[in-house]
């Protein structure tokens, strides 16, 4: 019954889409620039920029055709799904949703997004979680762009408050952004994670950046927990997550090149932070440093035939001194890898092909990762995971503003597959309860809509 009545609202609200001729059901974006929204996106969606796409947000979202300059920037976006998973899971796949097959709406979302002045914009995400049945205050960033000229080499400056680290960047290689742009709520995920990939929506921080010349850029700032009563009042307050003690400082480095149709960068970022384990401050605080490294390759000349490659190595080194005392971690050193790699190719910026890989390995830990639940647990306490996965997309709209269909709505459907060689540790009953890694591989189907 719930998997009729999601399909029902989905395919309704599509027709409602399809056949309004609203003007204010403009992504705002492409309201505000002019532009058809392939000169930003890869495949005339997001989040994968291009240059153009980059250098828009840069600049604080501001850049506008001259028209329209009173309008509010508001869009909305929603994505449903189905999941089949190659083993059901006992129990359900989460409250309210079956062992298998399951459909839903992932997400429907209101954006305040786009140009405030001629100075300050925003990107500011309320979201409805299908799964979850909340809201919740998303990624959000409001941004202040300026430049000037040194030298005869253009400087462009700015601020940004932002309630999750790297959500600010312009490259799609940092957790934030990163591949997989949707992935299925309804499939097992691997439990290991980073500091830094671990707190959006729950801290608030403030970076300043500067891009120098095109090339160099270089951003710094720092990130504090919200309030608990403030978490709360944005859906994401979990009473056993971490806090962090005090001010966590944050950095970003990229050097980046367009050329004849080519397009390079390589970067570092990285986060330090003390932490409160569960929010226990009895006992000390624990240390985490993480630091990335990345690297983007894009092909742009001939928008018939775009290629991609980015990769990502992102490292943790942990001193769990406080969790250690508490009994939450049976080792004060340790470690967690990450490592995610990527190859994509777009026809004609409407069908796209990606294929992902993630490894995810680290220091043992049965305290922290050994717990024993039957399909999230883990039998070894090992973060050892290693998956596959290969998608399929089709953009219909978006590539130019003389179309109908682009003047008020976007669309992306997408088959995934992913694959599990490991996860969570093993490969043959990774949980104590006999489910193999494969069990979790997962057939995921996403409509995903912008207007």
């Given amino acids: 019954m719930i998997v009729k009545k999601t399909m029902f609202l989905f395919f309704s609200l599509l027709t409602f889409i399809l056949l309004s001729s609203n003007a204010q059901a403009l992504p705002s974006f492409a309201r505000q620039t002019g532009y058809a929204c392939s000169a930003c996106h890869v495949q005339s969606f997001g989040p994968n920029l291009t240059s153009v796409g980059r250098n828009f947000k840069l600049n604080g979202y501001t850049q506008t055709d001259g028209k329209n300059n009173n309008l509010i920037p508001l869009s909305g976006m929603i994505r449903g799904s189905f999941t089949h998973t190659q083993e059901g899971q006992e129990g359900g796949a989460a409250p309210r949703f079956g062992r298998n097959d399951n ?22 995400e309320g979201t409805y979680d299908g799964v979850e049945n909340i809201g919740v205050l998303d990624n959000t960033e409001i941004r202040f762009a300026d430049h000037f000229e040194v030298a005869g080499q253009k400087v462009v400056f700015g601020l940004t408050t932002n309630n999750n680290p ?77 806090r962090l003690s005090g001010g966590a400082p944050y950095w970003r480095i990229a050097l980046q090149k367009d050329w004849s149709g080519h ?22 605080t ?51 890898d990450t490592v995610r790699i990527r190859a994509g190719y777009t026809y004609q910026q409407t069908y796209g092909l990606n294929l992902f890989y993630n490894q995810t390995t680290g220091t043992a830990d049965t305290f922290i990762y050994g717990f ?54 093993s490969v043959h009953n990774y949980d104590g309860f006999g489910r193999n890694a494969v069990n979790n591989d997962a057939v995921y189907f996403n409509a995903w809509m912008a207007f």
């Fill in 372 to 425: 024993g639940d039957p399909i999230s647990g883990n039998r070894t306490g090992s973060p050892l995971s290693q998956a596959f996965i290969a998608e399929a997309s089709f953009t219909p709209f978006g590539k130019s503003n003389n179309s109908v269909m682009s003047t008020f709505v976007n669309l992306r459907l997408a088959v995934q597959y992913v694959h599990n060689f490991k996860f969570n540790g």
């Fill in 103 to 124: 459909a839903t709406i992932d997400e429907a979302a209101v954006f305040l997004a786009g140009r405030l002045t001629s100075k300050i914009g925003a990107f500011v």
């Fill in 286 to 336: 624990d240390r985490y440093d993480d630091i990335g490294f990345d690297l983007t390759y894009q092909y742009l000349g001939n928008p018939v035939h775009i290629y991609e490659f980015t990769a990502t190595y992102l490292r943790e080194n942990r001193n769990m001194n406080a969790s250690s005392a508490l009994g939450l971690a049976d080792k004060i050193k340790s470690n967690l």
């Fill in 166 to 242: 790297t959500v600010s960047d312009l490259w799609n290689t940092t957790p934030t952004w990163g591949f997989p742009w949707s992935s299925s709520p309804l499939a097992p995920a691997q439990s290991a994670a980073t500091l830094i990939e671990s707190l959006g929506s729950q801290v608030i921080g403030a970076t300043s950046y500067m891009m120098l010349n095109n090339i160099l850029y270089v951003e710094a700032g720092g990130y504090t927990s919200l309030a608990k009563n403030a978490q709360k009042g944005i859906s994401v307050f979990d009473p056993e997550q971490s």
């Fill in 263 to 284: 397009y390079g960068a390589i970067g570092t970022f990285g986060m330090h932070g003390d932490v409160s384990p569960q929010r226990i401050t009895t006992a000390g």
